[in-house]
């Protein structure tokens, strides 16, 4: 899915939930928190699909929420990583053209997974097709402190990723869409506060899309 996909090494895969259980530990509980709420918009939902699910680690926080989750990515690794994990069902595939009928899933996931596409408004076309309800979009802040310091320092991963800002991330899917649908964000990991606020500069941006 990612232009240069730097996921498809065996030696990522394998690290890759190590980050969650060490210096990411404080990051993915209030990640978890505001995708918690972004949920909540949802009520209704009964199922959710994750794009770019790579090791299945919010596939699995999904299912314990109640949603029937299957996750989607493109890289082997990863899904072999999710396997042994014990993720729900996770399928290879492409974002830009998903295996499953118009309509047919209640929610779509994105999870710090845009920045990494080489086409998202294809991406998001598509998801909005399969999406019943809404989608789940989780992207790290072009605006935020954090935005800037990784890419300043976090190596050519996130050099070759794009931020987004909540503005533009409203836009894009906007042009997709129309304005018919509804948005609702919040911005997390902020340097000197735990909980999730409608400004924007926190490190990372949840947003709920409502279809209806």
């Given amino acids: ?3 240069n996909n730097p996921f498809t090494s065996p030696e990522t895969a394998a690290n890759y939930e190590a980050w969650y259980q060490t210096v990411g530990r404080t990051a993915d509980r209030q990640e978890k928190a505001l995708l918690k709420w972004l949920l909540s918009k949802f009520k209704a939902a009964h199922s959710i ?3 770019g699910s790579g090791t299945g680690h919010f596939t699995r926080w999904f299912g314990e929420q109640g949603l029937l989750a299957t996750g989607l990515d493109s890289s082997r690794p990863m899904l072999e990583e999710a396997i042994r994990l014990k993720s729900p069902v996770c399928l290879q595939g492409d974002a830009a053209l998903l295996p499953f009928r118009s309509s ?3 929610l779509v996931a994105l999870i710090t ?6 086409d998202p408004i294809v991406a998001l076309t598509e998801a909005i ?10 992207v790290l802040n072009a605006q935020s402190r954090l935005g800037r310091q990784y890419k300043r320092e ?12 909540p503005n533009e991330l409203k836009r894009v ?6 304005d018919k649908p509804k948005t609702v964000w919040r911005t997390t990991l902020w340097s000197c506060w735990q909980n999730a606020l409608p400004l924007p500069w926190g ?3 949840g947003m709920a899309v409502k279809l209806h």
């Fill in 113 to 118: 997974t845009l920045e990494f596409l080489p």
């Fill in 49 to 51: 699909l994750e794009i």
């Fill in 154 to 165: 976090a190596g050519p991963i996130w050099e070759a990723a794009h931020f987004y800002t």
């Fill in 104 to 106: 047919s899933i209640d």
């Fill in 129 to 138: 097709r399969v999406a019943r309800e809404g989608l789940i979009l989780g």
């Fill in 1 to 3: 899915m990612p232009t």
């Fill in 203 to 205: 490190g990372f941006i």
């Fill in 173 to 178: 899917v906007e042009e997709i869409a129309g």
